[in-house]
């Protein structure tokens, strides 16, 4: 508990830039495996957005459409990760990897719980929630641009090399989810 803690922490005082900060993390290989802890603690809010939005027919399945849930989840969190190692081995940058990549993990946790808030509100009908599920891009905006940030800062490459980091955890991020979807429509 006390690591969880100290990682949304630290995830607090890297938005801010404060010095040392990094060091609020266990960067070791252990804690680099530690950080997709954040995916189990982060579930219950993609379920949470996943019924609000009606995205959830899963949930009416039978235990292989959970199983097939199960999977695409797993997989849509660590396939950008093992993308980042082969980027980072071919810049030169493999020794800082788990500087960024652990904060990254810890970093989607409190961002899935501000999205999901938008879009519980943004959910209903009328002018707020549609006000609310226009705004949901806010959050998206502010992790991609501190993921930029911190890509540049920890891994010590420049703006546009920490813009290819953002671009491929984006790119990574949404085939892996249409490939797995469309493999979970075809089961």
């Known amino acids: ?18 010095p040392g900060a990094i060091e609020l993390f266990d960067r070791s290989e252990a804690g680099f495996w530690r950080s997709f802890f954040a995916a ?14 009606g995205r959830a027919d899963w949930l009416a399945g039978d235990f292989f459409d959970w199983i097939s849930f199960a999977l695409r989840y797993a997989v849509y969190w660590l396939a950008f990760p093992c993308v980042a190692v082969l980027i980072a081995e071919k810049i030169g940058a493999l020794g800082k990897i788990l500087d960024f990549l652990v904060p990254y993990n810890w970093l989607s946790l409190p961002f899935v719980y501000i999205t999901c808030l938008f879009y519980l509100l943004g959910s209903g009908d009328g002018a707020m929630s549609a006000a609310f599920e226009t705004l949901s891009i806010v959050p998206w905006l502010l992790v991609v641009l501190l993921r930029w940030r911190w890509a540049r800062d920890l891994l010590g490459v420049s703006g546009l090399m920490a813009a290819g980091f953002v671009l491929a955890d984006e790119m990574v991020s ?14």
């Not at 949404?174 to 493999?183: F, N």
Request: with cysteine; hydrophobic share 60%.
């Open 1 to 18: 508990m006390s690591e969880i803690v100290r990682a949304l922490y630290g995830c607090w005082c890297l938005a801010l830039n404060r």
């Open 174 to 187: 949404l085939l892996a989810y249409l490939l797995l979807e469309s493999i979970a429509v075809m089961s």
């Open 40 to 53: 189990v603690l982060a579930l219950p809010g993609i379920l949470i957005s996943e019924v609000a939005h």
